[in-house]
């Protein structure tokens, strides 16, 4: 079965450095979606992204935030300079062009920000 | 705006017996209703969903759910539970005119004693 796949699994870092995680959606996919979920709290939608375009951002994706297809089959979340709230658990999903609610969600990249 | 509330925080069942957790949704239409599984460590694993149609719907592990519209309520129930089944579950709303984003609750978190 086919499933979205997020490296690395955990990835700590110091305050104020650049972060890229990374996402390989299911193959057939063209929506592409961003959620975190800081620890014991609910998850929250960061952005969604297709055809090459963010199609919606909420109000946490700020500047320092961006997302990116750098080919064919990643899809990446970067934070120039993270802050220690940042850190959290990042959920990379994908959906089909049919169904676009119904997403397929990968384990998730916990993000420790020292 | 679309918001979800789980009413319940923690459940504990005992193996065996039946399960019913509470969500309630705020959405000015129809909305798609979804409950995803987290295991610890672990992804959101989609558990069903509800677009339109027949209320009562089914969907993995045994698990099933109904739309109450009178109600806006999507409560997920399970007649006899498992121990596999200790995790947290989420309730989730999308809306059906291209707003893409997953609304999520703050989850219910379910222990099974033996």
């Known amino acids: 079965e086919p499933e979205v796949t997020q490296t690395p699994s955990h990835q700590v870092t110091q305050m104020g450095q650049e972060v890229i995680l990374r996402c390989v959606p299911i193959?057939?996919?063209?929506?592409f979606y961003w959620y975190r979920q800081i620890l014991g709290q609910k998850v929250e939608f960061l952005v969604s992204?297709?055809?090459?375009?963010?199609?919606?951002k909420s109000e946490i994706f700020d500047d320092q935030f961006s997302v990116e297809r750098p080919d064919g089959s990643n899809f990446t979340l970067k934070i120039r300079s993270t802050k220690l709230e940042d850190s959290a658990m990042y959920f990379c999903?994908?959906?089909?062009?049919?169904?676009?609610?119904?997403?397929?969600f990968g384990p998730g990249t916990r993000l420790t920000v020292l | 705006a679309q918001s979800v509330t789980q009413p319940d925080i923690h459940i504990t069942v005992s193996e065996g017996a039946s399960l019913e957790l509470r969500c309630n949704y705020s959405?000015?239409?129809?909305?798609?209703l979804f409950w995803y599984v987290q295991s610890p460590g672990q992804g959101l694993q989609l558990l069903l969903k509800?677009?339109?149609?027949?209320?009562l719907v089914q969907g993995i592990k045994g698990f099933e759910a109904e739309f109450k519209r009178s109600q806006s309520s999507f409560n997920l129930r399970k007649p006899s539970v498992h121990w596999s089944d200790a995790a947290e579950y989420f309730c989730?709303?999308?809306?059906?005119?291209?707003?893409?984003?997953?609304?999520f609750g703050t989850g219910t978190r379910l222990t099974i004693i033996p």
């Open positions: 999903a994908s959906s089909d062009i049919l169904v676009r609610n119904e997403q397929f």
């Open positions: 193959s057939n996919h063209l929506y």
């Open positions: 992204f297709y055809n090459n375009e963010i199609s919606e």
């Open positions: 959405y000015g239409a129809t909305p798609y």
């Open positions: 509800y677009f339109s149609g027949d209320t």
């Open positions: 989730a709303v999308g809306s059906n005119f291209g707003n893409e984003k997953l609304t």
